[in-house]
């Protein structure tokens, strides 16, 4: 079973992983707005490293209804709990 704590630094890891930039803290909050380099490819790629991560599968409707940090992290944890 994953806790709340290990998915959020889990989920951090590879939001830093994508992003190359290990300063970054997420906030339930956190559009793509405020991420640097945060476009279409790299959405892309985050959601692959995600499904990789954490074994899981996402649909197009599920991602593409997504409008900040807390909702990505909500749907992972409704996969992976």
Do not use: P, Y
Not at 26 to 37: C, G
């Amino acid at each position: 079973m994953t806790t709340t704590n290990d998915l959020h630094e889990r989920l951090t890891d590879v939001f830093r992983e994508i992003f190359q930039d290990n300063s970054l803290v997420l906030r339930d909050d956190m559009t793509a707005d405020e991420v640097e380099n945060w476009d279409s490819l790299s959405h892309i790629n985050l959601i692959v490293a995600l499904e990789n991560e954490f074994s899981i599968r996402f649909t197009t409707g599920e991602v593409t209804g997504l409008k900040n940090v807390g909702e990505l992290t909500a749907l992972v944890l409704s996969k992976v709990g």
